[in-house]
């Protein structure tokens, strides 16, 4: 039976990332999850967490996929947390930006990236996914999706009264204002919590990160911020949705409306 909670504790992970080494990665994000002290309901790691954005799957091997799917699924043993975070991943001979949540009891959903990076060429290496994931978990309803998602307002709608938007990113300095706004509307027009998790550091094709992983409430009120290299823990409270959305019924107004 799952666990319902009135409180979701959450740990963002704001890293640097090796280039193109899973191996590394996995080893860097086992130690920081291993010196999480609090007990944490659910850990989220960037975009690509075990490569950086990369342009050249072909460079990752092909099983590298599933060998960062089975170290999430011990990871969230390890913690009793689920993780998430997207990776390289080859499936049926295409290469796919995939967002893996991981239970603790090994149960886990996908989500493909649905908007590929066109400005980077993402949508020419990568394919892009057509269906939007909603978790249940711990009495919450999550919504994660990832990076250049957040720029695309119709696939973020909260159609499905979900409680959490949550954002997994590589998200570069010269935009990094269109990252603050962007959450703090996203949050605010889908009275949720809205949730982005960045990197920090300067990629191998120069690309620099300065993070600002951060957490807005229902109302748009920010959380947490950061700018460097740490892990930060937030709580989320279920019933400060609740309270918002009967006070202001906002959600009731929205437009209905079908994604092709």
Known sequence: MQQINSRLKIALIQSSLHWENPSANRGMFGDKIEQIEQDIDLIVLPEMFTTGFTMSPANIDNQEGLITLDWMIKMADYKKSAVIGSTVFYDNGNY????????????????DKRHTFTLAGEHEKYTAGTERLIVHFRGFA??????????????????????????TANWPTPRINAWDALLKARAIENMVYGIGVNRVGVDEVGHQYPGHSSVYDPLGELISLTEKEETIIVELEKEKIDLVRKKLRFLNDRDDFTIT
């Open 142 to 167: 999550i919504c994660p999706l990832v990076c250049y998602d957040l720029r695309f307002p119709v696939w973020s709608r909260n159609t499905e009264n979900f409680d959490v938007l949550l954002y």
């Open 96 to 111: 796919y930006n995939r967002l893996f949540f991981v239970k603790p009891n090994g149960e886990y959903d996908s989500y």
